[in-house]
């Protein structure tokens, strides 16, 4: 596997990094297991003073650790600097909640027992994670798990080796000691082989529907805990009484942030029948309104794709559904040409069951639209899917929104808002979504021996 830096904006290499030997590897398992076994000497407030280094690390350097988001995977660089702060932000929840998350559990409920449940390391942590979020996605399996005293073991996505490179720059410079983080350059065998040893006690993966089911059978065949959080085909809904103006806005900011590269991106749009057709002109304005462009510049607002490969696919994905009936509302479906990955916003209706597209995630700046009379039909369309991550509810209605949240089958949802990962709350999702769950206390204890003592 190769590991290349491309700028999506123009297609040129910025960087060939060489793949992990074998010898690498091995470094790499035997510092992570001297490192577990070493952090059970050390106070969790020892690890939360160090973790705060590296929250400090990065947010005293915000452009210098944003760029190569911008010119790895295309990001704006406005949003490559939010992603730096809030990168931080999930490293501080941890140093402020993380020893509180992981206090005993008392039982005294039992005649003439007393028990307590501790939670333990245990041991070396795989984590295998995507280009979309190229240094929160990492942050949210190492921050709690360092509190915890596990070491972190990291593949990254093949497209943002600087960023992975950057992340693993700034654990050192915040004096973390060696082997509770460590970047390989490897490949997928080499992952099973990693999977494989006895010092990998659990496995993390943030990816797509595919890459779960193989990584999850790994982690299966050799007993290895693990937690998934694939894709999502998100549903946005508009209720009748919803204020369409609030609505809209979310829905641009919920389809086309990251240029739409978001497991939790809006995807499906259910509208109630009195706000369809004003909620599809006021989206067409909006989109209009988007400019394509070089996402270092600060007048773009539509970055490109994150890799040629990318709006390949997409572009491909695109011409299934046309072809399996679905109507183009909105946009040209032509593609760009160029050396670039940029792509054109879209909005479709007639996305129906038999299409090809029908349950499959659009990982870009598309927009699929459905009609729906009431809420019973609103339900009906939102669950009609093998995914379940997130999704988002205007109403005026708060209690109305609230019955609604509960009957839709996903791990999480925003009501009168776009849904955003927060570190005080648990993401994760159901179905081919996955399972776990990351942040917040849920996701301290993910991988932890939660183990009893009894007398």
């Known amino acids: 596997m190769a590991y290349k830096a491309i700028n999506p904006y ?28 070493a952090a059970k000497t050390q106070s969790y407030d020892e690890r939360a003073h160090q973790l705060q280094k590296l929250a400090t690390e990065f947010r005293q350097n915000i452009d210098q650790y ?17 992603e730096v702060e809030k990168n931080a932000a999930f490293a501080e929840y941890y140093v402020k909640h993380g020893a509180e998350a992981l206090q005993n559990i008392s039982y005294n409920d039992v005649p003439d027992k007393t028990a307590y449940v501790e939670f333990n390391s245990i041991g070396a942590i795989m984590t295998v994670e995507p280009w979309n979020f190229p240094y929160t996605q990492v942050m949210r399996v190492f921050a709690p798990n360092f509190i915890i005293g596990n070491p972190v073991i990291l593949k990254h996505a093949s497209i943002v080796p600087e960023c992975a490179m950057a992340f693993a720059n700034a654990v050192e410079k915040a004096g973390i000691p060696a ?130 490969k990318a709006q390949q696919k997409l572009q491909k994905q695109v011409q299934d559904a046309i072809a399996g009936g679905a109507k183009l509302l909105w946009g ?51 669950n009609n899917s093998n995914f379940g991550l997130g999704g988002a509810i205007y109403s005026a209605d708060l209690e109305r929104a609230k019955r609604l949240a509960s009957q839709i089958e996903t791990g999480q949802i925003a009501l009168n808002q776009p849904l955003n990962s927060y570190p ?32």
């Open 10 to 37: 123009n297609g040129e290499l910025i960087k060939e990094f060489p793949s992990a030997t074998k010898q690498d590897v091995e470094h790499a398992l035997a510092t992570a297991d001297q490192y577990y076994h």
């Open 66 to 82: 944003a760029k190569p988001l911008t010119t790895n995977m295309g990001k704006l660089f406005s949003e490559a600097q939010g």
């Open 179 to 308: 082997g509770a983080f460590t970047n390989l350059f490897v490949d997928h065998d080499q992952v099973e082989q990693i999977i494989a040893d006895h010092r990998i006690q659990g496995v993390a993966l943030t990816g797509s529907a595919g890459a779960g089911n193989q990584v999850a059978a790994q982690a299966g065949k050799y007993l290895k805990k693990s937690t998934m959080e694939l894709g999502g085909t998100d549903v946005f809904i508009v209720l009748d009484d919803a204020d369409l103006e609030a609505a809209i806005k979310g829905a641009v900011t919920a389809r086309l942030k990251n240029a739409g590269q978001v497991c939790t991106a809006a995807k499906r749009f259910i509208v109630q029948s009195n706000h369809y057709a004003d909620f599809i002109a006021g989206l067409s304005t909006a989109f209009a309104q988007q400019k394509l462009g070089d996402p270092l510049a600060a007048e773009t607002t539509l970055a490109p794709l994150s890799s040629k």
């Open 332 to 382: 040209d479906p032509t593609p760009i040409e160029g050396p670039g990955a940029q792509f054109s916003p879209l909005i479709f209706a007639g996305i129906q069951p038999g299409n090809p597209l029908f349950d499959q995630e659009f990982f870009g700046p598309v927009a699929q639209v459905y009609q729906a009379n009431d809420d019973a039909e609103v339900i009906k369309l939102a």
């Open 424 to 455: 005080d709350f648990p993401f994760g999702g159901v179905k081919q979504s996955g399972y776990g769950r990351e942040l917040s206390d849920f996701g301290i204890r993910e991988f932890v021996n939660a183990k009893l003592i009894l007398y």
